[in-house]
């Protein structure tokens, strides 16, 4: 994750599009404060369910089924028996433009 800008409530209220538009469009994040503490954070949705994939993954990988399973899928994808689902993403995306 890249350094976050750090906002208050009300400046992030008053900038919400502008800040929306960076987020989604040029891969800025933003940390919202109130009252001096983190309260919420501003991301484009292509990072955060990227975020969310590393997490599944790593939830994944503590446990030792999961381990097994990821190291089976891992060793069709070399063998050319599954596509990893970045793959199938940047494909669907070049289908729609």
Known sequence: MAKASVLGVREARARFSELLESAQF???EFLIERAGKPFAVIIGA???AQMQ???ATLQEERSADG???LRRAKTDIEAGRLTPHDVIFQRLATKKK
Do not use: A
């Open 26 to 28: 040029r891969g800025r």
């Open 46 to 48: 292509e990072q955060y």
């Open 53 to 55: 994939s590393e997490l």
């Open 67 to 69: 381990r097994k399973r």
